[in-house]
Structure formats: structure tokens, C-alpha cells
């Protein structure tokens, strides 16, 4: 079972975030809270998948970020936004986080969302992550030299890289491409190593910008 912690400022999403997701036989909603509760929540229900709301008036989601990734044993984190331009997204994203997922999303994909989460995949729809990266011009510069490092990668690395960008766990990679899991995990560590990011996640941000996540952007013949 895949316990869950949803945060939100608003009780009607709360609520229904938790009627949908203990809907499925594999997850449940142990705890709901409002932000200034969050961390203690957290804390008590032992969740492995925090749905954090990215903007809250009474504690900002980003601070609730840090102080949860700061617990000894902190859960995965993914953060809740309305539209798909929220410029604090990229920063939660590089601040840990997971992925992302707008409020709107279809509940009947929220389960396998959380499943993928609970995995150790990435959570973050390509439509949206382009409109996060586009609605920053000023990190452009700083994102080209970073694409540049695409050309270290392998042919199996960028099929990798975009396995992940898609949400994959590393099981679901090796069963994708028949791979063991440890030679997943060998290449994710090269990827992660060559591309000199810290985390998958910022990994899938990396393919989203360079355009692999296109048709026929970076897939191998495999």
C-alpha cells in the first residue's frame, strides 16, 4: 500500500484528491493538511508520496519543501499548481521535488501518477514542463551550455534519459528496453554524472529543453 499525504490551502481539493486516490486498491490518503500544518503531518502519517500545493497563503509550498526534505526519512515529493506556467514550479524542481501535477490533471491517471512517484519515476507533463522552461528566458543561456552536454551521451543514455523524462522507474526502463536494473542504474548514474545535474528529475528538465521528448527527438533505434 502507497501512503499519501496531500497538502493543499483548499479542503475541496484535499478531499478530492483523497476520494480518487483511495479509490485504487494499492494507495491511500493517510493524512490530508493545510500548510502550516504540514511538516508535523508529514512527520506523524510516514508517507512514502507527499501532493504538495506549490502556493499556499498561510506557509509558501516551497518552504513546506525544505523543511520535509530536511526529515530524517523525507517522502517523495510533487508539487500541486493550477497552470502550467507557475514560475515557482522550476524552483521547487530544483529544489528536490519529484515532478509536478497540475490540479486539473485527469483523476483517472492520478493513481499511476502516485505509483510512478512512489517508484522512484518523474511525475511532469512535457506540455507543461515546456511552458515552465520557455516562461524563463533568462535561463537560457545557462540551459544551452547545459544542452551542449547532451553530445557526452550514448545512444542507450539518451534512450535512457528519455525512459526517465517519460516517468519510468528504473524497472520499468530495463523492462522497456531489456535491460537489467542495475544496468539501468549504471547508465542513470552516467547520465546524471555527464549532464551535471543532481537528480532525475532535473535530468527530464534537461531533455524536455533540448527537445528529446519531441517525435523522433532522441529515441534510438532500440
Given at each position: 500500500m502507497i501512503r499519501v499525504v496531500v497538502v493543499d490551502d483548499e479542503a475541496l481539493v484535499r478531499s478530492g484528491f483523497e476520494l480518487i486516490l483511495n479509490a485504487a486498491d494499492d494507495v491511500e490518503v493517510v493524512a490530508t493538511a493545510v500548510?502550516?500544518?504540514?511538516?508535523?503531518?508529514?512527520?506523524?502519517?510516514?508517507?512514502?508520496?507527499?501532493?504538495l500545493d506549490i502556493r499556499m497563503p498561510d506557509v509558501?509550498?516551497?518552504?513546506?519543501?525544505?523543511?520535509?526534505?530536511?526529515l530524517p526519512?523525507?517522502?517523495?515529493?510533487?508539487?500541486?499548481?493550477?497552470?502550467?506556467?507557475d514560475e515557482y514550479v522550476l524552483t521547487?524542481?530544483?529544489?528536490?521535488?519529484?515532478?509536478?501535477?497540475?490540479?486539473?490533471?485527469?483523476?483517472?491517471?492520478?493513481a499511476q501518477l502516485v505509483r510512478t512517484l512512489a517508484a522512484g519515476g518523474v511525475v511532469m507533463s512535457p506540455r507543461a514542463s515546456?511552458?515552465?522552461?520557455?516562461?524563463?528566458?533568462?535561463?537560457?543561456?545557462?540551459?544551452?551550455?547545459?544542452v551542449a552536454r547532451m553530445g557526452r551521451l550514448t545512444g542507450r543514455e539518451r534512450d535512457v534519459l528519455v525512459l526517465i523524462a517519460e516517468g519510468l522507474s528504473n524497472g520499468e526502463i530495463g523492462t522497456r528496453i531489456?535491460?537489467?536494473?542495475?544496468?539501468?542504474?549504471?547508465?542513470?548514474?552516467?547520465?546524471?554524472?555527464?549532464?551535471?545535474?543532481?537528480?532525475?528529475?532535473?535530468?527530464?528538465?534537461?531533455?524536455q529543453r533540448a527537445g528529446l521528448l519531441e517525435p523522433g527527438g532522441g529515441r534510438g533505434g532500440h
Open positions: 500548510g502550516a500544518d504540514a511538516v508535523d503531518t508529514v512527520r506523524k502519517a510516514c508517507p512514502e508520496v507527499v501532493l509558501d509550498g516551497l518552504t513546506v519543501l525544505r523543511a520535509v526534505q530536511a526519512a523525507p517522502p517523495v515529493v510533487a508539487m500541486l499548481t493550477t497552470f502550467d506556467t521547487a524542481l530544483r529544489s528536490g521535488a519529484a515532478g509536478f501535477l497540475l490540479k486539473d490533471t485527469d483523476p483517472a491517471q492520478l515546456h511552458a515552465v522552461l520557455r516562461g524563463h528566458p533568462a535561463l537560457d543561456t545557462a540551459a544551452d551550455e547545459d531489456h535491460l537489467s536494473v542495475g544496468t539501468v542504474k549504471d547508465h542513470v548514474s552516467a547520465i546524471l554524472s555527464k549532464l551535471r545535474v543532481g537528480s532525475r528529475v532535473q535530468a527530464a528538465l534537461l531533455a
